[in-house]
């Protein structure tokens, strides 16, 4: 089966320009994080999604990120007006879990943004 | 303040050696501990994980002990193959609750000599 699938695997921005990044979950699953990983350290939560509410986006660093997932299903991160900052793996996972016992988060294979 | 901390920050150890890396956390209220293996340009992937009520927990050749009182848990690799070269980390986080955020360590590098 599939798993999570990022697109797109590699982006190059020039700082101010805005980009958006997508996930897209492994099907049924209901639980949707990003994460921000910089270079030689952990991955960092940035956003949570139950279906389509957000329901935690105490990780987002600024105004300028923005997540959404509409329809439940796939989800957007979208940056504005890039910093040199902002370079860094952005993971996606998706979990079966709506509470209780913590399922397992699959993983994505990350997009890696440097904007220069 | 960081959460998780992860020691030593890099092991590099013998084929067919046993490979230890520990954990250390701060909020008591973290109730699950995995452990994820990553390999350069692909997405963390979970290798074991524990809960509190439970000192050790194995699963072929990795094994997570945990010590709740010194609030720490560690993994070991037996047997560690060059294959197992790899970044791992710790991570915890709170359940229940909807939003099981996963906070980690900051990660070791796993090499492992033929």
């Known amino acids: 089966g599939a798993g999570v699938s990022q697109s797109p695997r590699y982006k190059v921005a020039k700082r101010g320009q805005d980009v958006a990044l997508r996930c897209d979950p492994i099907s049924g699953h209901v639980s949707l994080f990003w994460y921000q990983q910089a270079l030689g350290q952990g991955p960092e939560f940035l956003t949570y999604?139950?279906?389509?509410?957000?329901?935690?986006k105490s990780g987002l660093p600024s105004d300028r990120f923005f997540a959404e997932r509409p329809e439940g299903s796939v989800s957007t991160l979208k940056i504005q007006r890039t910093q040199q900052e902002d370079s860094a793996v952005y993971l996606c996972a998706s979990s079966l879990s709506t509470g209780g016992l913590p399922y397992e988060q699959y993983f994505g294979p990350g997009t890696r943004l440097t904007v220069t | 303040q960081q959460q998780v901390k992860q020691s030593p920050q890099s092991l590099i150890v013998q084929k067919g050696g046993i490979s230890i890396i520990n954990c250390a956390y701060e909020?008591?209220?973290?109730?699950?501990f995995p452990w994820y293996q990553q390999f350069p340009g692909k997405g963390p992937a979970l290798l074991i994980a524990?809960?509190?009520?439970?000192s050790e927990k194995k699963e072929g050749r990795f094994t997570i002990s945990f010590n709740k009182s010194a609030k720490q848990f560690s993994l070991h690799i037996m047997d560690s193959q060059p294959g197992d070269s790899a970044t791992y980390f710790c991570?915890?986080?709170?359940?229940?609750?909807?939003?099981?955020?996963?906070?980690f360590g900051k990660g070791i590098t796993l090499s492992v000599r033929p």
């Open positions: 991570a915890a986080s709170i359940t229940p609750g909807a939003n099981s955020k996963l906070t």
């Open positions: 999604f139950q279906n389509e509410a957000q329901l935690d």
């Open positions: 909020n008591t209220a973290f109730d699950y």
């Open positions: 524990i809960r509190p009520d439970v």
